[in-house]
């Protein structure tokens, strides 16, 4: 079946630090998703991609479909405590949404 | 507007007893699919309905079943329930190619 991967699986960073983390697959994807979850809460959305190459903000986040439209990545800016949670990535094609493992955020103050 | 909405918030159930989660769409959305997601794991891909029938589904087995009713909200059910499908249960409502994700329903079988 369709697997995405995301890397790194966790990551400690100081407050104020960039973060940088991305989302393999061996498929194709038409649309890639990134979500945060915080504990016992459903994802957020956080950025939506539609077209290959395309890079979108939201804030202090920018996401990028990569150009073979089998990964993608997600970058924080200047991160702050509130960044902490689990980042998924989900790639779509047709009616399938198909979820990467997660990377869990820990920010130190 | 209301985003996607699920009922109950937690609950607890035994092994072999059938359980019955309810969830809302976003306004504005018809389609809406269904997530196990178990501890520390991405969401697990259940079922998806769009216009009241079951549009695709997951590796799930048979005990699990759905319903879509004509305002586009949902149910989940799950019979003879087991252990291992003590979880989070997502509900997600789309439009296009973008999906919202419900606060999720905690089912705890002992």
Redesign the interface.
């Known amino acids: 079946?369709q697997q995405l991967n995301q890397s790194p699986q966790s990551m400690f960073i100081q407050e104020g630090e960039d973060v940088s983390m991305n989302c393999t697959s061996s498929s194709i994807f038409?649309?890639w998703?990134w979500?945060k979850q915080d504990p016992?809460?459903?994802?957020?959305?956080l950025i939506?991609l539609?077209k290959a190459g395309e890079l979108t903000s939201n804030g202090r986040l920018t996401a990028q479909f990569g150009i073979t439209r089998k990964d993608s990545f997600l970058n924080i800016s200047a991160s702050i405590p509130s960044d902490v949670g689990i980042y998924?990535c989900?790639g779509?094609r047709g009616?399938?949404?198909?979820?990467?493992?997660?990377t869990r955020l820990s920010v130190l103050p | 507007d209301a985003g996607?909405t699920?009922s109950p918030t937690h609950l607890i159930k035994t092994r072999g007893q059938q359980v019955t989660l309810r969830c809302s769409p976003k306004s504005g959305h018809d389609?809406v699919?269904w997530?196990q997601q178990a501890l520390g794991?991405?969401?697990?891909?259940i079922f998806?309905y769009?216009e009241e029938e079951e549009?695709?589904r997951g590796?799930f087995p048979d005990r699990f079943s759905g319903h879509q009713f004509p305002n586009y909200s949902s149910e989940l059910n799950v019979n003879a329930l087991l252990l291992g499908d003590s979880a989070?249960y997502?509900c997600?409502s789309s439009w296009a190619?973008?999906?919202?994700?419900?606060?999720?329903t905690?089912l705890t079988v002992l």
Do not use: I
């Open positions: 079946g038409n649309t998703l979500y016992g809460e459903g994802p957020v959305l939506a539609y998924f989900a779509q009616q399938n949404f198909v979820f990467g493992p997660g | 996607v699920q389609t699919s997530y794991q991405g969401p697990q891909f998806q769009y549009r695709q590796n989070l997502l997600a190619d973008t999906q919202y994700f419900g606060p999720g905690r």
